[in-house]
């Protein structure tokens, strides 16, 4: 961080602590694990709200990757047309909705 050019004070705001949840059970179960990794979330949320004083809230955030459901990879796309660049089964499907979208 840079020097501030001008004399400043630090004012206190929140104070929180972050608690990444134990999701690994889910991770070799197939399907739904989103939701179950949810439920996994609010379960650790609803556990820290009873056990723990001090809390004046807690909330559950859920990262998550989209991927191309083809290949897996990061579906960058061409900043021109809009084309996926990560495989060929991506560029066959957006050519075949760029087709329909012409007849529509
Ligand atoms: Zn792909």
Known sequence: MSEPLTKTKTYFREARVVVDVDVSLWLTKPGGKIDAAKRQAEDVKKQILRHVDGVAQAYV?????????????????????????????????????????AHE
Do not use: F, M, N
């Open 61 to 101: 955030e859920i990262d998550t990757d989209i991927v191309c459901a083809y290949c897996g990879y990061d579906p960058e796309y061409d900043d021109i047309d809009g084309r996926p660049l990560c495989c060929d089964k991506a560029v066959a499907e957006w050519q075949s909705r760029i087709k329909e979208a």
